[in-house]
């Protein structure tokens, strides 16, 4: 695609829902990152897809938390047992995979946890 | 640990005045690039402008620049010109070269460009 999407733009959920954020990276982007930023922050590093494996999870905040890229393009983030804490905007980035150090984002999936 | 530090949360220019933000850091490394991100109200983080550590000569993008201070660990990013499209939440960023490409962020400068 033209640029990095992601869906749903705005996810409300109770708190013990579980709740998946998709990410379609850019055509021929090797590399996939999840952010996490809350408000009034920077973005938090979560995890970062080489390929189709993850090549740091060292992120995510516990194992409510997991990340696929089953076919080493479209990545979802899954969270289970969703918690108010979680509530944040979710930015998914890839990149070409050569350490330019530039990433193109998505717009991100604000997800408010009630 | 490598930090980021923005000590502006909030600055306020009218249009086609010059606006400098400030970005400290603090590495033990020597190979890095530096990055500032603009967050405008949609969400998506834009990249402005990046240096290289090893590069002595500040980058510059259009009516974008930085001065580039590495021994004394800053990274300020002089808007010139400013529009008022440029109202936009900025980050700096840090990269260690050779890494996995995990950014390190500031906390942000919210900058509001008046008419």
């Known amino acids: 695609g033209a640029g990095v999407s992601q869906t749903p733009s705005n996810k409300v959920t109770e708190k013990g829902k579980y709740v998946e954020l998709r990410c379609d990276p850019i055509s021929g982007h090797t590399a996939l990152y999840w952010y996490r930023q809350s408000l009034g922050q920077g973005p938090e590093f979560l995890i970062y897809f080489q390929g189709t494996g993850a090549a740091d999870d060292s992120g995510l905040p516990n194992d409510r938390f997991f990340a696929v890229r089953p076919e080493g393009s479209v990545s979802t983030l899954k969270i289970q047992r969703t918690e108010r804490g979680d509530s944040a905007v979710y930015l998914c980035?890839?990149?070409?995979?050569?350490?330019?150090?530039?990433?193109?984002f998505g717009e991100g999936s604000r997800l408010t946890v009630l | 640990a490598q930090t980021v530090t923005q000590s502006q949360p909030e600055m306020s220019v009218q249009e086609a005045e010059t606006v400098t933000l400030s970005c400290t850091y603090d590495t033990s490394e020597s190979n890095y690039y530096l990055f500032w991100y603009k967050q405008p109200p949609s969400r998506q983080m834009i990249l402005v402008i990046r240096?290289?550590?090893?590069k002595q000569q500040n980058a510059t993008e259009n009516r974008f620049s930085v001065n580039f201070q590495k021994a004394a660990k800053s990274f300020s990013l002089k808007i010139s010109d400013s529009q008022l499209g440029d109202t936009a939440m900025y980050f700096c960023a840090f990269m260690k070269q050779d890494s996995n490409y995990q950014l390190i962020w500031g906390a942000g400068t919210k900058l509001i460009i008046k008419p």
């Open positions: 240096q290289e550590a090893y």
């Open positions: 980035a890839s990149s070409l995979g050569r350490n330019t150090g530039e990433l193109f």
